[in-house]
């Protein structure tokens, strides 16, 4: 099975927080989270491995993630605006993007 | 800082004619460069490699360090690469999109 991701689509109000999920492929180590809108197309958020965030990208506090030691991620976004409204990617490889990454299918997030 | 430009956001040819989609990289280091491809309604996934130098489904691209370019090529365009393409650059673990083309191959 590849990547999977949940919720595939949720609506939430500004203001309020959200948990995303993402199952990587077994025996995969490493997870990356995007963001994905029309406007700014394909955005690194961050970067897991072994539990720990090795990589982050230019997003505000408001964006965190964590690893579970089975290598499962979850990404939190609080205090939602507008804006945050997007795709929501994962991303999983063996050890780190040297290896072949794949994507699931995504989460999509509306802000109302 | 990494940067990856594709200059075109829509591409349109005919079946049978050549393809180009162009990237063009910014990065300081040695580059490790990526083209993915997203069907419709399918998942993002990998369409090659630099580092492989390989043909996939007819595609070649070729890094070009003195142009800063990765450009994307095949020959003779089918009606099922019509899809999203995007070329990507990896640096400092860290996995930099660009925009993204639009291909439309028209029968």
């Known amino acids: 099975t590849g990547v999977t991701q949940s919720p595939t689509h949720l609506i939430k109000t500004r203001g309020q927080q959200v948990t995303l999920s993402c199952s990587p492929i077994s025996g995969h180590r490493s997870v990356s989270w995007y963001q994905q809108t029309p406007g700014q197309g394909l955005q690194f958020l961050f970067e897991y491995f072994s539990e720990t965030q090795r990589n982050k990208g230019n997003f505000p506090g408001r964006f965190s993630g964590r690893q579970f030691s089975n290598s499962r991620s979850e990404m939190n976004v609080s205090t939602l605006e507008l804006g945050d409204s997007a795709l929501y990617l994962c991303a999983s490889s063996l050890v780190d993007s040297e290896n072949t990454i794949y994507f699931g299918e995504g989460s999509w997030l509306t802000v109302v | 800082a990494q940067r990856v430009t594709q200059p075109e956001k829509l591409l349109s040819v005919f079946k049978g004619a050549p393809v180009e989609l162009k990237c063009n990289y910014s990065?300081?280091?040695?580059?490790?460069l990526f083209w993915y491809v997203q069907y419709s309604r399918q998942r993002l996934q990998l369409l090659l490699r630099?580092?492989s130098r390989e043909s996939i489904k007819g595609f070649t691209a070729d890094l070009n360090k003195g142009e800063t370019s990765f450009h994307l090529k095949k020959p003779f365009a089918q009606e099922e690469d019509s899809a999203m393409y995007y070329c990507a650059l990896e640096g400092a673990q860290k996995l930099v999109f660009g925009q993204g083309t639009r291909l439309t191959i028209n029968p």
């Open positions: 630099h580092i």
């Open positions: 990065y300081s280091g040695s580059p490790e």
